[in-house]
C-alpha cells in the first residue's frame, strides 16, 4: 500500500513539473512576443523619423540649389 502511495504522490510530482513547464514556456512565448512586437514598433517609428529628416534634407538641398541657379553670377 506504501508504495502505491508513492508512486502516486511521484507522479503528481512529474505532473505539477509538466505543468509548470509549460506554463513557463507559454510565459516566455508571450514575452518574446511582446518584445519583438515593441521592437517592431520602435522601428517603424524610427524609419519614419529617419524619413522624415531625409525629406527635409533633399528639400533643403533642392532650395539651394535653387537660391544659386536664380541668383546671377556676380563675376558677370
Do not use: C, H, W
Request: hydrophobic share 30%.
Amino acid at each position: 500500500m506504501r508504495k502505491l502511495e508513492e508512486e502516486r504522490e511521484a507522479e503528481e510530482k512529474r505532473r505539477r513539473q509538466i505543468e509548470s513547464k509549460k506554463l513557463y514556456e507559454t510565459n516566455l512565448k508571450l514575452k518574446m512576443k511582446k518584445k519583438a512586437r515593441e521592437e517592431k514598433e520602435q522601428l517603424a517609428f524610427d524609419m519614419k523619423v529617419l524619413g522624415k529628416l531625409l525629406e527635409e534634407t533633399a528639400n533643403e538641398a533642392a532650395e539651394i540649389a535653387q537660391r544659386k541657379v536664380s541668383r546671377p553670377s556676380r563675376s558677370e
